[in-house]
């Protein structure tokens, strides 16, 4: 058994690329050009090969390490130790010291050659050197005639069965016309697309015109080039890098997707594609995360957290989210990304329901039974579910019925150590005050003691979530679907309050009423919550 370094190839020009994918695991037996690793610059996405078939060994990078040219990637063993390979350092010396002096040549032509552009100068962008490729696809047209784009600007994407491959703008300009279409075959030097310069100022100077030439693919040529100067010209291509055949099961994608996929933390093995080939589109990746998103069940949901490596600013820790916070999640980010919701904000005046409860109730309630604010605005919940029943429903599976439900149950949205929970307190329309106040307080301790039980927590018609005992004016709760409305509650406060002659002193408790636009309208809403303001002013409502 012999042991291979794999390196990076030439990367053509490029300084450094990112590794955003290990194809394999350590340990597991490759092929000849099997694909161990995915590079990508914001070019193009290429696959590192094996040269022969063995066993890797070790990975010397992670995913988000950036690389170089000859950066050794992984540890091969393989079986032949005479073997003279091609991912060597040494056997890939001539392929480099080749492509560095058609780098060299490039750039010398390139900057030569490149245009003085002035405004409205039109020039031809052709397909640069494919390395060797007879013959690619056009797989996109990135832009639309008449379409005004930066220099570097994606202009064409093109595709071999090895790589994908951009053909960016090579100036500031208008796209005048595409010579193109998806699905065509094109060769080296074929005229893809004219191109007319915008304004001069950007790509008269020296320095910008370095830029254009240092472009991975852009064609440079004069306006009045041939197809044969202009793919001299061209730097060195993608195709010059050893990308392989995409594995079967592999992802096939282009750069522009599989950044979208990681900042959606999607698995693009997962995405069906339906482009030329079986490409995965924008689009495929949009309804895979919309079909995902309806599916039923919180646990279809990804949870996608940020991807950037903080330590390069100070110290950190991470530490591992429990069960109850991952689940929270969850439900949060399905709710947020399927439900319109909006909140409706309003003030009930509870200045007697409190003096009521602070006095006359507390010497008739049973020893050690305390009655908060929470009973009585649950009583008239329950009175507003009956009035306004499309505030007790949930949509119908194919979102064109409303379950309208014939049962009063309420969560309770319960802050504990572990994170919030949210028991349901059943028939809240045929319980009193004081039985609600006991058991939202019972159920409450459960949940922070941890011995709610499995089916506590289902059922729920409509929840109330109450800060009121911690403070706060207004916040906007998220609809726990699928539920189409939720109370929040927030801290009462003595308000000066206009009653057509003068300020009265009145203690005010604001609610936040969020729900489910696609079942309630903005009219409901407000009278839904002014029904439960007037409800809550007059304590002779609620004891019922
Ligand atoms: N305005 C003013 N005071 C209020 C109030 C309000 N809206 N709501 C409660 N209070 C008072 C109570 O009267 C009590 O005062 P007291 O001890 O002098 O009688 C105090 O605040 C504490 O009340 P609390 O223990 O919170 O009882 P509660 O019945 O109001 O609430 C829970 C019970 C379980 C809802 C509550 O403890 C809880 O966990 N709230 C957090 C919910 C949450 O995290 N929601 C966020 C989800 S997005």
């Known amino acids: 058994m012999t042991e291979l370094r794999v390196s990076v190839p030439d990367l053509g020009g490029i300084d450094e690329v990112e590794v955003i994918e290990l194809c394999v695991a350590s340990g597991d037996q490759v092929e000849t050009e099997d694909a161990i690793i995915v590079l990508e610059s914001d070019k193009a996405t290429m696959e590192v090969p ?50 560095a002096k058609v780098e060299q040549e490039n750039e010398a032509v390139s900057e030569s050659n490149l245009p003085a552009d002035k405004t409205g100068t039109t020039q031809d962008v052709v397909v640069p050197d ?41 100036i500031k300009g208008q796209v005048l016309s595409f010579k193109v279409k998806v699905g065509d075959k094109v060769k080296q030097g074929d005229v893809v697309a004219t191109v007319e310069t915008l304004s001069s100022s950007a790509q008269s100077s020296g320095e910008d015109t370095a830029t254009v030439s240092k472009s991975q693919t852009a064609p440079q040529q004069s306006p009045s080039a041939s197809t044969k100067e202009a793919s001299k010209s061209a730097p060195k291509p993608l195709a010059d890098l050893q990308v392989s055949a995409s594995k079967s099961g592999q992802a096939h994608a282009g750069p522009a997707v599989r950044k979208l996929a990681r900042e959606l933390g999607v698995d693009l093995s997962m995405v069906p594609g339906t482009g030329p080939k079986n490409r995965i589109l924008k689009e495929d990746l949009h309804s895979f995360v919309k079909v995902k998103v309806n599916q039923s069940g919180s646990a279809s949901v990804g949870v996608v957290g940020s991807q950037e490596d903080f330590s390069k600013y100070g110290p950190i820790q991470e530490v591992s989210l429990n069960k109850i916070k991952q689940v929270t999640a969850k439900n949060m980010v399905q709710s947020w990304t399927t439900v319109p919701q909006v909140t409706q904000f309003d003030e009930a005046d509870i200045t007697e329901l409190e003096h009521y409860r602070k006095t006359a109730m507390v010497s008739m309630l049973p020893e050690g039974v305390k009655v908060s604010p929470l009973a009585f605005i649950m009583k008239a919940c329950a009175h507003a579910l009956k009035a306004f029943p499309n505030f ?10 409303l379950i309208l439900k014939q049962f009063f149950h309420v969560g309770i949205a319960v802050d504990t150590p572990e994170g919030l929970l949210v028991p349901v307190v059943k028939d809240v329309d045929q ?38 005992g911690i403070g706060g004016t207004a916040f906007t709760p998220i609809v726990s679907a699928p539920q189409v409305a939720i109370l929040g509650v927030s801290k009462a406060q003595m308000k000066p309050v206009w009653n057509g002659k003068e300020f009265e002193p009145r203690l005010m408790l604001p609610l936040n009423l969020s729900y489910d636009h696609r079942v309630i309208d903005g009219a409901e809403a407000a009278r839904f919550a002014r029904y439960l303001c007037e409800l809550l002013s007059d304590t002779r409502h609620l004891l019922l």
């Open 431 to 468: 319980k009193g005050v004081v039985n609600l106040a006991k058991e939202s307080a019972e159920l409450a301790k459960k949940a922070r003691d941890k011995k709610l039980p499995l089916d506590a927590m289902s059922g729920g018609c409509f929840t109330i979530s109450s800060l009121g």
């Open 50 to 99: 094996v040269p022969q078939a063995g066993v890797i060994e070790s990975f010397l990078v992670a995913v988000g390490d950036r690389v170089s040219s000859g950066t050794e990637v992984a540890v091969l063993r393989v079986a032949d130790a005479s073997s003279n390979n091609g991912a060597t350092n040494e056997d890939e010396a001539p392929a480099a010291t080749e492509a």
């Open 130 to 170: 494919l390395g060797g490729i007879d013959e690619v696809e056009v797989i996109e047209l990135s832009a639309s005639e008449g379409d005004e784009l930066e220099a570097e600007d994606s202009l064409i994407v093109l595709e071999s069965d090895k790589a994908t491959m951009e053909v960016p703008m090579p």
């Open 392 to 401: 007790n429903s949930s949509l119908g599976p194919d979102g064109t019925t």
